[in-house]
Every structure is written in C-alpha cells, then in structure tokens.
C-alpha cells in the first residue's frame, strides 16, 4: 500500500497498490488478461472486449462523446428563436439558459474533478452522459406554462455534462505521451466546435423535419445513451500516470487541499486558465446570439421578413453550424501542426502559438460588425477565419496543462481550470450580453434596426477580451518552461523513492535471511547468499540512516525502520 504522508508530497506505490473505485472493491487499475484459455466456455464475449479496449479505440469513443456533448449543449441555441416566440421571453430571458447551463456546468466542475482523481473515472463519465440524455429527453415535453421548469432542465443537463469535460481528457492523458498525446487531445478537442456546429444543424434540421422545435431537443439523448453504453464496454480505465511510465508508482489520492495549493502556485496553469475563460466568454456569447444577430441584419436589409410565428427561418443556424464544423476542423489541424512546426524553435511554442491566434482571432471578430451592416457574404467570412483562429488554442491549452500539471492532479486541474474558464467566461456572456442589448434598444423596443445594432454593440465587448485572454498566454510562454521542468522533476523523484528501494531489501533480505538459517545442498551457493547478505547490510543500514535525517518524510522513515 501507498505510505501515507503528513505533507503535501506523493509517495511512491508499488505497481501492486490498489485504487478504490466507486463499487466498493479494490482495484490496481487496468489489468490485462492473464487467462491463459480466453475462449473457455462464457469467456469468449470477455476476451473480445480486452482486444478492442485498444487506446485508439478509447480516444475515438471518448472523442464522439465529447461530440455529443457539445452537440446536445448547442442545439438549444440552434432553436433559440423559436424557444423565444414559444415561451415569449426577452433576450435576456432567452440568455438565461446558457447561463444556468453553465453555472451548475463549473460548479459541479470541481466535485466531478475530486472524484475523477480518486475513483473509477470511467463509471462517473458514463453516469453522466446517461444523466444529461434522460433529462434532455424529458425536457422536450415541457409546456410553454412552465419556462423556469425548462430553465432548471438545463441546469441539470450542466451537470451531467461537467462530469464527462472534467474526466475524460484525464483518461487520454493516461493512454499517450508526447506528440501522440497532442495528436488525441486535439482530435479529441476538435469534438468542441464539430459538436457545436452539429448542435446547430440537428436543431435546424429536426425542427424543419418534425414541423416542431421539441424534436430538437429528442435526438441527441439516444445517440448520448448510445455512447455510454460504448464507454461501459470498450474505454479501459488506465493507471493514473501510466503513459508516464509511473504507472503503479503514484498514489491515487492525494490531499485535496494540497492540490489546490499546488495549482494555485502553478503560474503556466494559472495564466492558461485566465486565458481559456476569455475564449469561453467569446464562444459563449456568439454561439449564442451569432445566428440571431445574421438574421436581424438580413431583416434590416430587407432580404428577409421579421419572424412573428413559429417555426422561425433555419438558414442562419445551419449556416453558422456548417461554419463552426470546419472551422473547427481547421483550427485543430493547423493548431497541432504550427505547434509541432514551432516547438523546433523553441520550447515555449505552446502558449505562443496561442496567443498569437487569439491577438489574430480579435481582428477578424471586430470586422463582422463593420461588415454585417452591408453585406451578409462578408460577415460570414469575417466569421469563418476568426472563429478559426480562435479554435487553434483548444487542445494546445490541454496539452499545457498535462505538461505542468503531475498526473494524480490531472482530473482536478482540468475541473478546475473547467470552473475557472466557465466562471469568467460563459457563464455569464449570453446573459450579460442579452442584457446590454435590452439596456440599449430599451427606449426603441418596436425598432427592427434597433434591436440589430444593440446586439451588435453588446457583441463589441467579445474583441476586448479576446486580447486579453492572447495577454495571458504571453505570460503564460514566460513560467512555462520552469512549471513543465518542475512537473517532470516530481515526476521522476516520485517513479524512485527510496521507500520503494527499502520495502524490495527488505523482502530481499528476509528471504537471503531465512535461506542462511537452512541446510543447504551446497555449500558454495549458502556461502555466497550470506556474504551477498552482509556486503550488503551495512550500505543499507547507511542509507536507512539518511532516509530518517531526511526532511521529507519523518513518517516514512518511522514506517521503514520499523520493518528492518
């Protein structure tokens, strides 16, 4: 077992300790299959799940549920308009859904992050897709009486959905290292704007299908339900570290208080997180209100009529959606690539690949209201290369965090910077945005132009913080090597601690011990047992005197000297 600890610092394991899962029984992790008949009667069905429980296979299934995820998360917005004219709320009324999403989303963001360092991750992701999908599900049949039922609805989604953003880039983060890990996680991050988009098309489309904007919201629990059946069968749950070459070497619970600690002196983690809220705040204002605001400009423009009725026009949503697919695509190729390109450079090319899409991403952003006035073609293009410049940070901010941040905090980290980025970010853009568009057009309700150009001012806000969030990734490129050396340093003094080198004497010794006492059959071979045993008593007797000096652990030497 681990040796527990008074301080802050991990103790080595052996690859034999256990981790406590959720079901109550004790498991070292990920086992393979040391049956050596696999194909005995009922174990057929058993040996074919080990050999596609590949890593491959994992990060593909883990990436179509994040997918779904942000698919499920969009297609509200997708439908917004007509939730609009269904319930008859305000654009900020309307804003309040995102942000009671997002609100129950980053506050069960840190709890699903404790868990996740601690328990079986794979169980509480796959609890939570099944959650989300029961509650969308039911949502759709929610009647327009009840708005704050369909508000709070929403909010039970966030948390079903934090539990699967929190853990599951751990789980990748367990499976590959290096530039196979950057390759997964972008992979697996291109799920953001791929979903989005997605979420976007599935309500359009369903609506226009099904004659009814419910429709929308009864699509997305079945292939949710569907994907956490795959992750019950096919996602392994990997050794906390393990692609580190630490695996079984780490303990798995770690004070939650010296966690939070350690994170808070973390400066790469803390700029990166101050960072990923400013991307938050942008996305979750324009994946908002972007497709509303197209439409009020083709309204001014006279190329479409006001929509008074439902179902309300679908164009903008789909074309929006379709824009955010590649976009997003585009941004984590490009992404991956430039960051692999510059790291040939210099070692800090993570976060200044970041921050300069993002000083790049605010240019673009600032253009869409200028063009938005006079041409629709124009805004879109405005939209399509900064939305992609925006999307090149996504899994270049992750692959951040696992390169400063040791494995066992991994979950917690990722929670954290979750609440963080959610906190400061969307949380509260659409509603806040929603209610600075009110605030202007408040003296110009009936306005058709009015409502078009307070939204667009509201939007301005976005640009402004989007270089700010590019400041933050300059400071995150100045701490970024002294945090990532940090990382691996714990890493390797954790993979080596002399507890570990003292318990294998130990046992070394009581079994040369116990063969000294005994008759051997040769003379020679009992000789040359007890002299191993005594060349190496002393050097051991040395150092167990320079493990109990130590500052570092006083139990641990308390615990040793004990055994010997």
Known sequence: ????????????????????????????????????????????????????????????????GNVLNYMDRYTVAGVLLDIQQHFGVSDSGAGLLQTVFICSFMVAAPIFGYLGDRFNRKVILGCGIFFWSAVTLSSSFITKEYYWLFVLSRGLVGIGESSYS????????????????????????????????????LGSSAKHAAGDWHWALRVSPVLGMTAGTLIFLFVPEPKRGSADQLGGRLKARTPWICDMRALAKNRSYVFSSLASAAVSFATGAF??????????????????????????????????????????????????????????????ADPLVCAVSMLGSAIFIC???????????????????????????????????????????????????????????????????????????????????????????????????IVLGGMFFLATALFFLDDRDKAEKHNRLTATTPVQTWERRRREHAVLRCMCRQPATSFHTADS?????????????????????????????TEVAGAW
């Open 1 to 64: 077992m681990c040796v527990e600890s008074a301080g802050c610092e991990i103790e080595g394991c052996s690859s034999s300790d256990e981790v406590q899962t959720l079901s109550g029984s004790l498991s070292p992790g990920l086992k393979s299959n040391s049956d050596p008949h696999p194909y005995k009667t009922g174990q057929k069905f058993r040996a074919a799940l080990l050999r596609c429980r590949s890593p491959v296979a994992a990060a593909g299934i883990l990436s179509i």
């Open 166 to 201: 929190s853990i599951s880039p751990t789980i990748i983060g367990d499976l590959f290292t290096n530039n196979t890990r950057t390759m997964m996680l972008s992979v697996f991050y291109f799920a953001i704007p791929l979903g989005s988009g997605l979420g976007y098309i």
């Open 287 to 348: 994946g908002m209100w972007i497709p509303l605001y197209l439409f009020r400009a083709q309204v001014v423009q006279k190329s479409v009529v006001p929509c008074d009725q439902e179902p309300c026009s679908i164009k903008d949503s789909l074309i929006f959606g379709v824009i955010t697919c590649v976009t997003g695509f585009l941004g984590v190729i490009i992404g991956a690539a430039a960051t692999r390109l510059c790291r040939l450079k210099t070692e800090r």
């Open 367 to 465: 253009l869409i209201f200028v063009a938005a006035k006079k041409s629709i073609v124009g805004a879109y293009i405005c939209i399509f290369i900064g939305e992609t410049l925006l999307f090149l940070n996504w899994a270049i901010t992750a692959d951040i965090l696992m390169y400063v941040v040791i494995p066992t905090r991994r979950a917690t980290a990722v929670a954290l910077q979750s609440f963080t980025s959610h906190a400061l970010g969307d949380a509260g853009s659409p509603y806040l945005i929603g209610l600075i568009s009110d605030a202007i057009q408040q003296s110009y309700t009936e306005s058709i132009l009015w409502q078009f150009l307070s939204l667009g001012y509201a939007l301005m806000l976005c640009p402004f913080v």
């Open 529 to 557: 047992l007890c002299s191993h045993l005594r060349a190496t008593a002393s050097e051991d007797n040395a150092a167990l005197g320079s493990l109990q000096a130590s500052p570092q652990g006083p139990g641990q030497s």
